[in-house]
T-cell receptor, first 112, second 113 residues
Framework: DTAVSQTPKYLVTQMGNDKSIKCEQN?????MYWYKQDSKKFLKIMFS???????INETVPNRFSPKSPDKAHLNLHINSLELGDSAVYFC???????????FGSGTQLSVL | AQSVSQHNHHVILSEAASLELGCNYS??????LFWYVQYPGQHLQLLLK??????LVKGIKGFEAEFIKSKFSFNLRKPSVQWSDTAEYFC???????????FGQGTTLQVKP
C-alpha cells in the first residue's frame, strides 16, 4: 500500500563501486524526483522527470544517471561511488511540479 | 541566489508551550509555499501549503502558517505543542518561473513531556 517505495533502505558500499536505487510510485503521478539530503539535513533536488522525460537536472556529477522506464518508476544509478556521495537519497512524486510531494522513506547510502 | 532559510535549527519546548518556526525565502517571483514534517522513523509528509488567497493557512494537527509577502516569510505556528510533535520540520518554496522546489535546512523540534 506504500505510495512511494524505494529500495534498498540502507546501502553500504566501497568507493569506486556502481550501485542503483529503485523507486516506484502507485499514485498515478506524472512527476517523479530524486532529492539528496546531506549531513546537515539540506534537501536538494537532483532530478525531476515528467512522464518519463527529464525536466530538471541540477548540477549533479554525470556519475549519477536517472532512468525512468515508465512514469511509475524512477531509478537512480551511481557510477564510481565517492565518499562524498554518502547521504540519504529520497525519491518523491507529485501530480504536477507545483503540487505537494509524496516522499519515499529514503535510502541511506554510506560509501566507505 | 534563490534560497529558503529556516532560522531555528534546533528548538526544545515543553508540552503546551507555543511554537513558531521561522522561514524566509529569497525570490522575487511567484511562489507556492510548503511546510513538510518528518516524524521519527517516518517519511516526509505535507503539513500545510499556501498557493494563493487567504495568507493564513491551516494544516494538520493544529498547525498554521502565515504568508507575509512583504517579509518573504512563511512562519509555522502552533499554540500548544504536544510530545508527539517532536519531528524535523522543513519549509519549502516552489519557484513558479523555474519549476524548482527549494527546501530550507530543516528545524529539529524536541518537545519534552
Amino acid at each position: 500500500d506504500t505510495a512511494v517505495s524505494q529500495t534498498p533502505k540502507y546501502l553500504v558500499t566501497q568507493m569506486g563501486n556502481d550501485k542503483s536505487i529503485k523507486c516506484e510510485q502507485n499514485l498515478g503521478h506524472d512527476t517523479m524526483y530524486w532529492y539528496k539530503q546531506d549531513s546537515k539535513k539540506f534537501l536538494k533536488i537532483m532530478f525531476s522527470y515528467n512522464n518519463k522525460e527529464l525536466i530538471i537536472n541540477e548540477t549533479v556529477p554525470n556519475r549519477f544517471s536517472p532512468k525512468s522506464p515508465d512514469k511509475a518508476h524512477l531509478n537512480l544509478h551511481i557510477n564510481s561511488l565517492e565518499l562524498g556521495d554518502s547521504a540519504v537519497y529520497f525519491c518523491a512524486s507529485s501530480q504536477g511540479l507545483e503540487e505537494k510531494l509524496f516522499f519515499g522513506s529514503g535510502t541511506q547510502l554510506s560509501v566507505l | 541566489a534563490q534560497s529558503v532559510s529556516q532560522h531555528n535549527h534546533h528548538v526544545i519546548l515543553s508540552e503546551a508551550a507555543s511554537l513558531e518556526l521561522g522561514c524566509n525565502y529569497s525570490y522575487g517571483g511567484t511562489v507556492n509555499l510548503f511546510w513538510y514534517v518528518q516524524y521519527p522513523g517516518q517519511h516526509l509528509q505535507l503539513l500545510l501549503k499556501y498557493f494563493s488567497g487567504d495568507p493564513l493557512v491551516k494544516g494538520i494537527k493544529g498547525f498554521e502558517a502565515e504568508f507575509i509577502k512583504s517579509k518573504f516569510s512563511f512562519n509555522l505556528r502552533k499554540p500548544s505543542v504536544q510530545w508527539s510533535d517532536t519531528a524535523e520540520y522543513f519549509c519549502a518554496a516552489f519557484l513558479m518561473d523555474t519549476g524548482k522546489l527549494i527546501f530550507g535546512q530543516g528545524t529539529t523540534l524536541q518537545v519534552k513531556p
